[in-house]
């Protein structure tokens, strides 16, 4: 398998102000080219789009915008994990040979069809997701005893380490007590338990080990990959305690990459709702089961930032079609040592998880440098 | 690089009959598992879902619905060659070794987004696809003397052809005079010269080299690829008497399967409109330039089937996302010498051109046993 790596990316500022689709995806795409040495617009094979958007023909109308002409251009849906998503997609097109250099360029709006479930009838008039982070908070409660202070250490810590990300939706941060006292949306999920739904946008250039280093001196590798989809109604997810197809992936990525969870040094974990990052880190194993409220604890008393260093979903916002990007940039920037305020020190394995609609689908990708 | 084939496939009958979108995929997915020895939905890696709707999620309900839990699992969309670019993008996840067996499935409904390019302000008013195929019939008559007898042939042959399709969405021919007289939609474009927007389902297996004689003993492999994007907007095609991304994406496909125009024993053409298929015979090289009509004439004088056997775009329906995988199949089961009533003679080498957006983009693949 032909080895892919990441060469450079691109980002908006997460934001509440509107602008279109496509002026979102031409904001992150731009640092790309002035940032990236040697890169021009007909280096580009590939250029794929990742949104929930209802806008057609989105890939070739931001091709057309950015100068470039590619070979493969369409959309890529899968609700919250869209951006992961486009990533292997476009890993694939170059590990294959189809390809050699690829953009992946993902955007939501703050009006996104994809923030309510719809589809899913097994969960009557209770669409929004809330309702199964609320059913994931009970069953977590009930099975570990996490308590509400839990969720907010969560929410507090992911919030604090987003002062230093300046792509952040927020200009300031909450503190635990203020999560504590946020408005209670269900008996168990509170409003700062919640990620924000917001604009922004992302960008990310991979390029094939024959030529990425045309375009960097430090490449990052996708090392592992590991992706399942369980069901799409929120029914088929067995123990709610756990995210099952997390654990799948999460598998399959350290299998590909030959590492084990001990060697993950940093990570962004899709903390849609702060039960998911207590969740999330059980699942990984990157803790044993019922650890995880402990290890978040932790890490907020000791200012450890190995998980969620730019903020995660919390204190970032949440772009739906941009979010797995925009992960999967964290972790590019950490193994580069390029994270700035947020560098983690020595991270050199670092994991992406990224997941959609109660994790019924997940992702996870390992990068080394 | 790994190779890949295409071991099955199902097909729903193209109608004006409404049904939802996941019925429609189920539909044309069912005969797959009917059909295919020794497959298991745990054999599949992938399903991606091919489709112009605003539908959400709709890989992983598709994948629910049919008892499929696969690790990929996403929507594309690319207007009118959609259904080429998932079939590339799963090519890719098999050659590159992420996975091994692929389901891809299209659909589209008659009430589809993806009919009227509200997206393209180059086009003032005149947004439904009738302008731009009016603007290239003019151009190709004024180039090369084209006349309005010419495009009833394509129409007339294409009618004839589907005679013998089942899954068309006309139960009945139109002959050359009733194509001649029928309505006029502009200068130069009639009703009979369109292809028609309608409901519909197709869906392929594809499977590596290494498995792929599991599920088939007469495996189809996808030897050449060429895709290409020109623009989104229509003002970049600079001669509107060919469609330059056709010809970069066949010149590609070509060079990668080692074949040349003479080399191709039948073909599957993107006859969104009359002028398309001229136009196409020659962007493809299988004709010189402005040879098209006259070959078209020729088939239509002759009965042969060479282009568009099962009635193409014109003859079957133009169900936007199923179309590019209905026109796979076609050449699929063409090369297995299973196409029965319009099976062709000695179809060793088969070829297809699937297109966006006046031609903006292009696939063209090219089959072989």
Same mark, same amino acid.
């Given at each position: 398998?032909?080895?892919?790596?990441?060469?450079?990316?691109?980002?908006?500022?997460?934001?509440?102000? *509107?602008?279109?689709?496509?002026?979102?995806?031409?904001?992150?795409?731009?640092?790309?080219?002035?940032?990236?040495?040697?890169?021009?617009?007909? *280096?580009? *094979?590939?250029?794929?789009?990742?949104?929930?958007?209802?806008?057609?023909?989105? %890939?070739?109308?931001?091709?057309?915008?950015?100068?470039?002409?590619?070979?493969?251009?369409?959309?890529?849906?899968?609700?919250?994990?869209?951006?992961?998503?486009?990533?292997?997609?476009?890993?694939?097109?170059? !590990?294959?040979?189809?390809?050699?250099?690829?953009?992946?360029?993902? %955007?939501?709006?703050?009006?996104?069809?994809?923030?309510?479930?719809?589809?899913?009838?097994?969960?009557?008039?209770?669409?929004?997701?809330?309702?199964?982070?609320?059913?994931?908070?009970?069953?977590?409660?009930?099975?570990?005893?996490?308590?509400?202070?839990?969720?907010?250490?969560?929410?507090?810590?992911?919030?604090?380490?987003?002062?230093?990300?300046?792509?952040?939706?927020?200009?300031?941060?909450?503190?635990?007590?203020?999560?504590?006292?946020?408005?209670?949306?269900?008996?168990?999920?509170?409003?700062?338990?919640?990620?924000?739904?917001?604009?922004?946008?992302?960008?990310?250039?991979?390029? !094939?080990?024959?030529?990425?280093?045309?375009?960097?001196?430090?490449?990052?590798?996708?090392?592992?990959?590991?992706?399942?989809?369980?069901?799409?109604?929120?029914?088929?997810?067995?123990?709610?305690?756990?995210?099952?197809?997390?654990?799948?992936?999460?598998?399959?990525?350290?299998?590909?990459?030959?590492?084990?969870?001990?060697?993950?040094?940093?990570?962004?974990?899709?903390?849609?709702?702060?039960?998911?990052?207590?969740?999330?880190?059980?699942?990984?194993?990157?803790?044993?089961?019922?650890?995880?409220?402990?290890?978040?604890? *932790?890490?907020?008393?000791?200012?450890?930032?190995?998980?969620?260093?730019?903020?995660?979903?919390?204190?970032?916002?949440?772009?739906?079609?941009?979010?797995?990007?925009?992960?999967?940039?964290?972790?590019?920037?950490?193994?580069?040592?390029?994270?700035?305020?947020?560098?983690?020190?020595?991270?050199?394995?670092?994991?992406?998880?990224?997941?959609?609609?109660? %994790?019924?689908?997940?992702?996870?990708?390992?990068?080394?440098?």
């Amino acid at each position: 398998m032909r080895r892919v790596g990441i060469a450079s990316s691109g980002l908006t500022k997460f934001t509440k102000k *509107d602008s279109s689709m496509e002026s979102l995806m031409i904001s992150s795409i731009k640092p790309i080219f002035d940032n990236t040495k040697n890169l021009t617009q007909k *280096d580009v *094979d590939v250029v794929l789009t990742s949104t929930n958007a209802n806008d057609k023909y989105l %890939a070739n109308i931001v091709s057309e915008l950015s100068g470039i002409s590619p070979k493969i251009s369409h959309s890529v849906e899968s609700l919250c994990n869209s951006g992961t998503n486009c990533i292997v997609s476009a890993f694939s097109y170059i !590990s294959s040979g189809l390809a050699d250099v690829a953009l992946v360029t993902g %955007a939501e709006k703050t009006n996104s069809p994809g923030l309510v479930l719809d589809w899913d009838k097994s969960r009557g008039q209770y669409k929004h997701p809330i309702y199964w982070s609320s059913l994931f908070t009970s069953a977590h409660m009930r099975k570990y005893g996490t308590t509400m202070e839990d969720l907010a250490y969560v929410s507090a810590k992911n919030h604090r380490n987003s002062l230093d990300n300046p792509n952040s939706c927020f200009d300031h941060s909450y503190s635990f007590d203020e999560v504590m006292r946020s408005k209670n949306l269900t008996d168990n999920v509170r409003l700062l338990d919640c990620s924000m739904p917001c604009n922004g946008s992302a960008s990310i250039l991979l390029a !094939s080990e024959d030529i990425i280093r045309k375009f960097t001196e430090n490449p990052v590798w996708i090392k592992g990959i590991g992706q399942k989809s369980i069901s799409a109604g929120f029914t088929k997810n067995k123990d709610l305690a756990s995210m099952q197809s997390t654990m799948f992936a999460s598998s399959d990525a350290y299998s590909m990459s030959g590492n084990s969870p001990s060697d993950v040094d940093v990570a962004e974990v899709h903390d849609a709702f702060s039960i998911c990052e207590i969740m999330a880190l059980e699942d990984l194993k990157l803790v044993g089961p019922g650890r995880g409220a402990d290890f978040v604890r *932790d890490m907020y008393n000791t200012e450890n930032k190995k998980i969620n260093p730019r903020g995660g979903l919390i204190g970032t916002g949440h772009p739906l079609g941009a979010t797995g990007i925009a992960q999967t940039i964290e972790m590019f920037q950490q193994v580069q040592g390029t994270a700035g305020k947020r560098q983690v020190e020595k991270a050199r394995t670092a994991l992406v998880h990224n997941m959609s609609a109660a %994790a019924t689908s997940s992702t996870v990708l390992i990068l080394q440098s």
